[in-house]
């Protein structure tokens, strides 16, 4: 077995990694195609990590969230495009969601009328950056929501195949 680490300034790999109650010899069997001194490198930050490893930690240490966290902080075209999305309960979730929705049921009259003529004029760019912005919420909530659910079936709380064979159902009946 492998010693533990004493580093006060893990990043998120190792923490994933070591939450997962893995050595680096560990990890590396579970990631097949990544050695230890590797998984050091990448965990010391004396070397990038690469995209297919960390997809692959994301499978072996049950972490899916460590694939938004590289898209959104560490590859060049994400960071740019991808937003961050914290890992929260369900029920916060849903909360965000529905507190957004309200808002915007306000909203939905006014974005009616700034693009019924396909043009945002001067003096309504402020009402529509607010009401994009909580369309944006929606969003972020949404792959929250994902996330969560990814979650909840890395961790086996959510059984893959059940869930496929609902979505499955779904599709089928048109309503997915």
């Known amino acids: 077995m492998g010693k533990k680490s004493i580093r006060e300034d893990k990043n998120i790999f190792q ?20 050695s230890e001194s590797r998984i050091e490198k990448y965990e010391s930050g004396k070397s990038e990590v690469h995209p297919e490893e960390v997809l692959a930690m994301a499978k ?15 590859c060049p075209i994400g960071k740019e495009n991808v937003p961050e999305i914290k890992m929260k309960d369900l029920a916060q979730i849903v909360l965000n969601t529905l507190a957004t929705l309200n808002s915007l049921e306000d909203e939905k009259d006014r974005l ?23 369309i944006e919420q929606i969003a972020l909530a949404s792959d929250s929501l994902s996330m969560w659910m990814n979650q909840m079936v890395a961790s086996g709380q959510i059984d893959e195949k059940r869930l496929a064979q609902a979505k499955a159902a779904l599709e089928r009946k048109g309503k997915f």
């Not at 003096?123 to 529509?128: A, G, K, N, Q």
Request: hydrophobic content about 40%; overall charge negative; proline content about 2%.
């Open 112 to 134: 009616i009328e700034i693009t019924a003529d396909s043009q945002v004029s001067e003096d309504e760019l402020s009402d529509f950056v607010r009401i994009q912005r909580g």
């Open 15 to 34: 923490l994933a990694r070591e939450e997962a109650g893995l050595t680096r010899a560990q990890a590396s069997e579970k990631l097949v195609f990544v």
């Open 60 to 74: 072996a240490y049950r972490k899916p969230m460590l694939c938004n966290y590289y898209c959104s902080k560490m």
